[in-house]
């Protein structure tokens, strides 16, 4: 297994006049159908050290997220995660839907009791896509592999990828001709021969079935009605 993530940067950042550091990812930003979610973990100076098996969730089973969720709730001070739904992210663009999740779970967070407003908030990746939908500025930090490296971001990612996942199974015994409860909204082949021949469903981002390298895909399959 890869090395485990830590507290070195939320350290530091306490260390700098945080009070909270709030760690978040995303899950979904690249399937076809179905929610964006933005996990948001929320941790003190005073948190312990993270849970042993804890790693970003796309280097772990499925198995193995289901044994680590529940320690990442007991070890940070609270969770949450916010939602973007398939119209959003067709009238928007994922990044502002992005950050519309992302402010869902920081509003959630915020009547858990957590103090938003004097947190860090830790973002994975080099783009702050948060800040441009925020009423109130807080104090945005950004970090390439945070998910791999800081134990909060990990721990945000576990949660909304267990999160995700769970919304995509309810939605698949819904629509079972796409197959969710296996491919989660991605665009397998699978997937894709279900949309040629079913059409999209409610549930799927119309936008992105609609570009280019989309269509291309979709051309392969006989009797698209995209």
């Given at each position: ?36 979610a ?33 320690a ?33 779970a ?10 938003v ?7 994975d ?7 441009p ?17 800081c ?9 909304a990828?267990r ?8 939605d ?13 909204g ?7 021969a ?33």
């Amino acid at each position: 297994m890869s090395a485990a993530p830590t507290l070195e940067l939320e350290r530091e950042l306490f260390a700098s006049g945080a009070d909270v550091v709030i760690g978040c990812d995303e899950v979904g930003r690249g399937a076809i159908a179905g929610v964006v979610a933005v996990g948001a973990c929320a941790i003190v100076p005073q948190t312990d050290a993270p849970p042993e098996r804890l790693r970003d969730s796309k280097l772990l089973s499925p198995a193995r997220r289901a044994e680590v969720e529940p320690a990442v709730r007991a070890w940070a001070t609270a969770v949450a995660v916010g939602e973007a739904g398939p119209d959003e992210i067709d009238a928007h663009g994922i990044v502002v839907a992005l950050g519309l999740a992302a402010r869902r779970a920081l509003v959630a967070l915020h009547e858990a009791g957590v103090d938003v407003g004097r947190s860090a908030v830790l973002l994975d990746g080099s783009h702050d896509w948060l800040t441009p939908v925020l009423t109130s500025p807080l104090r945005i930090v950004t970090r390439v592999k945070a998910d791999r490296d800081c134990a909060s971001v990990a721990a945000a990612s576990v949660v909304a990828k267990r999160h995700r996942d769970a919304l995509m199974v309810a939605d698949h015994d819904q629509w079972p001709a796409y197959g969710w409860s296996g491919n989660k909204g991605y665009g397998s082949a699978a997937h894709l021969a279900a949309v040629a021949e079913h059409g999209p469903s409610p549930r799927h981002r119309i936008t992105w079935l609609r570009q280019p390298s989309m269509l291309d895909e979709l051309d392969r399959v006989p009797g698209t009605t995209v």
